[in-house]
């Protein structure tokens, strides 16, 4: 039946590249189907060959703590990597006004490349289990094609600032020439994206479930300036490019989420976190766009920042901060770091009292010490705030959270931004109508 389904799809396909006034956008829709589909048929029919290969764990929040498929993400990022080369006759060509032209060829098949790099990198991670302190770099290496071909191509290293800032120093332009500092704030780009997700992660579907949620909110500004502009803008050829990268993405993602959701039937490891972090930075960066992409990665931002005193250090950080799994009532309960062997500094105290009277973490206290702390990441803290409730649910309320903070970012981005930097790229393209 998956076979049949793949054949159909390949014929939906086939249609939709017959279209050739979105030719781009339409193809990667057609070809997002047919990755669906052979993510659909790969996961069930390969799954038992990860678990003989020794590539399984446990899931810890349930029962009988199944023995789960672990490193699935590698069939969806092999597969659209296989998808960004098929598609390539497809989108470039020289001779159509609705298609990329082939100078714009050598931008993808750099990110294609920086994919492919990450892809490994973060295999070797799952196979080899690296340590946070030498893993942490690994998705700027992998970024450092895109970074190379950006340089030779474009080197565009400006970014806007808001315009009262300018004319503080007395400047006409509002715009800032960063010159080589821009490759390393695009390289901390290319860092972040992929740990962030990888750090908020940790329950069913999670992983996969907030890449669903960023990669819609990128699609859905994307689509705002494809609705309001023509071939013949740059903002509209950007935001083309970035949509074929994303749609095809979003085919292969949403197939993964389907056995990753709860109760999970795969594990997607580390793979699939810098695999689709990276994509997501590839986006920034050869759109020259990395300010609007922060925008949605801030519950990200916020969990690596709350996350803080436990990855560098200043307290007891255990190995996995899962929430706790309680076999009775089958919920689960935020979870706990303790200070029985290294008791928490006097210094903290203050602080941390405080934190607990906003409801920003939890604390266990035995004749006024404090003997447990909650552990600071998002999830706790959504814990905190609502109480135990089912893995499901947590889930979904940190993606349905991810997408009201983001959309509203993007509101913001097209509305209030625009008057503080004194410019919008879409300003351009509304002039006309």
């Avoid at 994206?193 to 999670?206: D, E, F, R, V, Y």
């Avoid at 909110?217 to 970035?242: A, R």
């Avoid at 389907?258 to 994509?279: I, L, Q």
Wanted: net charge positive; with cysteine.
């Amino acid at each position: 039946m998956s076979l049949l389904n793949i054949g159909v799809s390949c014929c939906c396909c086939l249609v939709l590249i017959s279209c050739h006034y979105y030719q781009p956008i339409s193809t990667s829709i057609g070809f997002a189907v047919v990755g669906y589909q052979l993510v659909d048929h790969l996961i069930p029919s390969t799954s038992q060959h990860f678990i003989k290969r020794g590539l399984h764990g446990k899931d810890l929040s349930k029962l009988n703590k199944p023995i789960i498929p672990e490193t699935i993400g590698i069939i969806p990022s092999i597969v659209y990597i296989f998808i960004l080369i098929i598609i390539i006759p497809f989108i470039f060509r020289n001779d159509s006004s609705t298609s990329f032209n082939i100078n714009k060829l050598g931008l993808y098949l750099s990110c294609l490349l920086s994919l492919l790099c990450m892809i490994i990198l973060g295999l070797i991670d799952d196979l080899f289990d690296i340590r946070w302190r030498h893993k942490f770099f690994l998705p700027f290496i992998a970024s450092i094609p895109l970074l190379v071909v950006y340089y030779i191509d474009y080197s565009l290293t400006s970014i806007l600032i808001p315009k009262f800032i300018t004319q503080i120093w007395g400047s006409d332009s509002n715009s800032i020439d960063l010159g080589w500092v821009y490759y390393i704030y695009m390289g901390s780009i290319s860092i972040f994206c992929p740990n962030s997700i990888n750090i908020l992660a940790g329950i069913n579907g999670l992983e996969v479930g907030q890449t669903i949620i960023i990669g819609l909110l990128l699609l859905i500004n994307d689509f705002y300036y494809l609705s309001i502009g023509n071939s013949t803008d740059l903002s509209y050829n950007i935001h083309s490019f970035s949509s074929c990268l994303l749609i095809p993405f979003m085919g292969v993602a949403l197939s993964l989420f389907k056995y990753n959701k709860y109760p999970s039937k795969v594990f997607v490891g580390d793979t699939w976190c810098y695999f689709s972090g990276m994509v997501f930075a590839v986006v920034g960066i050869s759109g020259h766009f990395a300010k609007t992409l922060m925008l949605f990665f801030i519950p990200q931002l916020f969990n690596f920042i709350y996350s803080i005193p436990q990855l560098f250090g200043l307290i007891p950080c255990p190995r996995h901060r899962l929430p706790k799994f309680n076999e009775l009532d089958g919920l689960l309960y935020n979870s706990y770091t303790e200070y029985d062997k290294k008791p928490l500094k006097k210094c903290y105290y203050k602080i941390f009292t405080l934190l607990e009277k906003f409801k920003l973490i939890k604390l266990v206290k035995k004749d006024d010490l404090i003997v447990k702390s909650s552990n600071l990441t998002l999830i706790n803290l959504i814990l905190i705030w609502t109480g135990p409730v089912r893995e499901d649910q947590l889930c979904y309320t940190i993606m349905l959270l991810q997408f009201l903070i983001g959309f509203i970012m993007l509101i913001l981005r097209h509305t209030i931004v625009p008057i503080l930097f004194g410019f919008d790229n879409s300003w351009n393209m509304l002039n006309r109508h």
